[in-house]
């Protein structure tokens, strides 16, 4: 495995920047929206670093991979989550861009991250 720490990866550095944006606008919520969609919101954001980071102290190439689909998975939901807080009127139309512009480069870049690590050999 690569002694590339996880908090210096791209993916990794965006990944955090969709969490912490998440969490920003989640926190001006009222109750019943932060209990219900927010939590799950912030939840499936956090896990996509947490997944990356899990992926990379695993110590095989394999085990990495398949953290990095479950992140892949997380941003899915999270994006499911961001549709539905923007459909129940709880995200503006700047908040929308804003993540979208984040999820926008996030995505390639997993994917990226994704194949990188597919062909990598390992060596006994």
Known sequence: MS???FQELRVYK?????ADEIWRIVDEWDMFAKNTI???MVRSADSL??????????????????FVRMARGSLNETQHWLRRAYRRKLLTVEQIDLLKSILDE???????????????????
């Open 49 to 66: 670093g947490a997944n990356i980071a899990e992926g990379v102290g695993r110590g095989s190439y394999q085990d990495n991979r398949r």
């Open 38 to 40: 927010g939590t799950q």
């Open 14 to 18: 965006l990944a955090e920047k969709l």
């Open 106 to 124: 996030l995505r390639p870049q997993l994917n990226s991250y994704l194949k990188s690590i597919g062909n990598i050999t390992e060596k006994s």
């Open 3 to 5: 002694s590339k720490y």
